[in-house]
T-cell receptor, first 113, second 109 residues
Framework: ETGVTQTPRHLVMGMTNKKSLKCEQH?????MYWYKQSAKKPLELMFV???????ENNSVPSRFSPECPNSSHLFLHLHTLQPEDSALYLC????????????FGNGTRLTVT | GQNIDQPTEMTATEGAIVQINCTYQ??????LFWYQQHAGEAPTFLSY??LDGLEEKGRFSSFLSRSKGYSYLLLKELQMKDSASYLC??????????WGAGTKLIIKP
C-alpha cells in the first residue's frame, strides 16, 4: 500500500480536452514531484514543490500546469495535449527536497488520442 | 552530460542469484538509489548507498564503488515476485536525481 495516492489511474483524452491529475500524500512530507515515465526511457522530472512553493520546472511545455494548494495535495492540469504526451505520470513525495528517498504513487496512465 | 547506464533486460531462474549493474557519469555524487517497479505500480525504494561497499538487506544487497562510478544490485534466492523493473538513480552535486532507464528482470520457473 502506498502513502501517495493518484487519481485517476487511467485517462484517455482528446487533444482539445482539459483534464486534471490529482495526487495526495498521507506521509507528512513537505516536497512533492511530478514525473513523466515513457517506455524504456528514464524518469523525467517535470515539477517540484517544496513547502508549497514551486522550485523546479524542467522546461515543461505550458500545456502542463501544476498546482500545489497545500503540502499534501498536488495537481497537474492538462490542456491541448499532443499524442507524444501519452505516458505514465507519477507523483512522488519526500520529507524535504533534499531528503531521500522518494515515495511514489501508482501513477496515471495517460493516453492522448 | 550526465548519464546512467543499466541493461535493458535480464532473465534469471527462480532460486538463483542475479546481479544488475549500473554505471554512472554525473556532475558530483550525493548518493545512489535502487528502486523496484512492478508493472502498473509505483516504484518502491530498495536501497541507498553513499559510501563505498556493500549494503545488505535480506535477499537484496547493493554495492557501490564511487571511484569506478559503478553500482550493482544483487538479488538472491530469486522468487517469481521479483519479476519487475529495477531503476538506478544517482543524486548529483545539485541534489538532482539522475535516473537510468531501468532493467526489466524476468524470472523463469
Amino acid at each position: 500500500e502506498t502513502g501517495v495516492t493518484q487519481t485517476p489511474r487511467h485517462l484517455v483524452m482528446g487533444m482539445t480536452n482539459k483534464k486534471s491529475l490529482k495526487c495526495e500524500q498521507h506521509l507528512g512530507h513537505n516536497a512533492m514531484y511530478w514525473y513523466k515515465q515513457s517506455a524504456k526511457k528514464p524518469l523525467e522530472l517535470m515539477f517540484v514543490y517544496n513547502f508549497k512553493e514551486q522550485t523546479e520546472n524542467n522546461s515543461v511545455p505550458s500545456r502542463f500546469s501544476p498546482e500545489c494548494p497545500n503540502s499534501s495535495h498536488l495537481f497537474l492540469h492538462l490542456h491541448t495535449l499532443q499524442p507524444e504526451d501519452s505516458a505514465l505520470y507519477l507523483c512522488a513525495s519526500s520529507q524535504g527536497q533534499e531528503s531521500p528517498p522518494l515515495h511514489f504513487g501508482n501513477g496515471t496512465r495517460l493516453t492522448v488520442t | 552530460g550526465q548519464n546512467i547506464d543499466q541493461p535493458t533486460e535480464m532473465t534469471a531462474t527462480e532460486g538463483a542469484i542475479v546481479q544488475i549493474n549500473c554505471t554512472y557519469q554525473t556532475s558530483g555524487f550525493n548518493g545512489l538509489f535502487w528502486y523496484q517497479q512492478h508493472a502498473g505500480e509505483a516504484p518502491t525504494f530498495l536501497s541507498y548507498n553513499v559510501l563505498d561497499g556493500l549494503e545488505e538487506k535480506g535477499r537484496f544487497s547493493s554495492f557501490l564503488s564511487r571511484s569506478k562510478g559503478y553500482s550493482y544490485l544483487l538479488l538472491k534466492e530469486l522468487q517469481m515476485k521479483d519479476s519487475a523493473s529495477y531503476l538506478c538513480a544517482v543524486r548529483d552535486s545539485n541534489y538532482q536525481l539522475i535516473w537510468g532507464a531501468g532493467t526489466k528482470l524476468i524470472i523463469k520457473p
